[in-house]
């Protein structure tokens, strides 16, 4: 039990109803989890207000209420806790009542739109191989040491956020890396977070179904750097237009990355083959494992926060050299029949053209790059005409399909999708509505030598069609084509 006192510090209280010093057993913002002496959060969503089912968490037994708008009628007995905001409440609740457990390791925030879990994936694997005890909260999972849990979000709520974080305190964890998405960053979710350090990697197209402008996507991401403590670093990449832009209002120690620009942590592609990179990082030449320029800004911020958390810099680029592609990321297989298939979860304009852009700086041309591209229902609709573009600008062959259609009619998605494709391009195109289908044609399209990208679900190993998820995996389904393809 806790004291409802203790865990309301450093929320901003407008009113109390009621007495704040009664035990409470837990915090929620579910009224269908609430059970006997629990706190209910009430949260305005997108699709509903917490508001409304004040009544109901009474009924299963609430003790206090968190709410930013007081009910018409006040239970006798019930505590009453008028708040600005409710969310910012819940993460300061979420975080007092876990005692803080952000502050007692080394937690490090990756925000951007593309490289995120990339990142804190291989921050992960470098820091574990360094001899930590390590942490994880990422799109794909969750680790706590060398214990997995699935992942919901890319940023979970704060009660879970603080779960985790104090799972990782009691398993002596040193060290968690972590996504933070602009969802995450908007909603509150990160707020009473404790962060040494905070990484920028670049921002482009998407997310604008939830933001209504660019604008707002830009700053909700800067509003992150702007609340980290001076005791912390902020490392950002200052090859897009953006990245200095967040470095800006942080009273954070500054560092940038770079490619083309000055920077502190600075690298020039070598060599660049499907099988790895040739970098000269600094002064240092290390061959990296990983794919594609873009992944050598990903190996700079890796290797600039290993050097900013401590390590040394020569036994961090040692440790680089032995890092392992992340699940969906640039994966890729050659079949027995010498044709290569890359899964990949290019999901947004700017991922897809550095994947294609990738493969094609890669390849002799000697060869045909089929593409299999789709976009997600109940998403940014303005970039599907992009995506469709890129696709048959840097292909071969582009076959339109379905990705996680949700709620939405698929063939209205690829008519938004075709939209975008030139009439140069369309002797290129071809449109499959099904997945499986369109992945089969790319296989049975492809001759010796070829590649075929499949991208936008990565590691996703579900297809969410009428809000029901059935299982499908792209790695999966182009492995089992191509094997059968073989016979």
Not at 252 to 275: H, N, V
Not at 315 to 343: H, K, P
Not at 393 to 401: C, G, N, P, R
Request: glycine content about 6%.
């Amino acid at each position: 039990m806790k004291i409802l006192k203790d865990i309301l510090y450093k929320v901003a209280i407008e009113s109390v109803t009621g007495s704040t010093e009664i035990d409470i057993h837990k915090i929620d913002f579910d009224s269908r989890k609430i059970e006997e002496n629990d706190v209910f959060v009430a949260i305005r969503g997108s699709l509903s207000d917490g508001h409304d089912y004040i009544n109901k968490a009474i009924q299963l037994g609430a003790v206090a209420v968190i709410c930013d708008t007081l009910p018409e009628n006040v239970e006798k007995g019930i505590t009453y806790i008028k708040v600005k905001d409710t969310n910012t409440a819940l993460a300061f609740m979420a975080a007092n009542y876990f005692g803080n457990p952000s502050e007692k390791l080394k937690l490090v925030g990756v925000t951007g739109t593309n490289g995120k879990t990339t990142i804190a994936s291989l921050l992960f694997q470098l820091f574990e191989k360094a001899g930590f005890k390590v942490g994880l909260l990422s799109t794909v999972k969750i680790m706590i040491d060398q214990t997995e849990y699935k992942a919901t979000h890319t940023t979970p709520d704060s009660i879970t956020i603080n779960h985790y974080l104090n799972e990782m305190i009691e398993a002596g964890v040193t060290h968690c890396f972590m996504e933070v998405s602009s969802h995450g960053i908007h909603q509150k979710r990160t707020e009473a977070l404790h962060f040494v350090g905070g990484i920028f990697t670049n921002l482009s197209h998407d997310h604008l179904d939830y933001h209504p402008t660019f604008a707002e996507y830009r700053d909700v991401k800067k509003s992150f750097f702007d609340s980290l403590p001076k005791t912390a670093f902020a490392l950002s990449n200052v090859d897009d237009k953006n990245g200095p832009v967040m470095l800006q209002n942080t009273v954070a120690r500054k560092f940038t990355y770079a490619l083309k620009s000055y920077a502190d942590f600075k690298a020039t592609i070598l060599e660049s083959q499907l099988s790895g990179l040739l970098l000269k990082v600094n002064d240092n030449e290390v061959w990296v494992k990983l794919i594609g320029t873009f992944n050598a800004y990903n190996v700079l911020a890796i290797y600039g926060t290993a050097v900013e958390l401590g390590m040394d810099s020569l036994e961090a680029l040692r440790l680089l050299s032995d890092l392992e592609s992340v699940s969906g990321r640039f994966q890729y297989i050659v079949s027995a029949g010498n044709i290569t298939a890359i899964v990949d979860y290019a999901h947004t304009p700017d991922a897809l053209d550095n994947v294609l852009k990738t493969i094609n700086d890669i390849r002799t041309k000697n060869e045909q790059l089929i593409s299999v591209v789709g976009c997600g229902g109940n998403r940014d609709k303005t970039k599907r005409p992009i995506m469709a573009k890129i696709a048959t600008d840097l292909s071969d062959k582009a076959i339109l399909t379905s990705d996680n259609p949700r709620n939405e009619d698929p063939e209205v998605i690829l008519d938004e999708m075709e939209k975008g494709v030139g009439a140069h391009n369309y002797k290129k195109l071809l449109r499959i509505t099904d997945r499986k289908q369109a992945i089969k044609t790319a296989c049975q399209l492809a001759q010796p030598n070829d590649i075929i990208l499949i991208a936008g679900k990565g590691h996703e190993t579900y297809q969410e069609i009428n809000g029901v998820r059935h299982h499908f995996d792209d790695m999966e389904t182009v492995k089992e084509i191509l094997e059968q393809l073989k016979k």
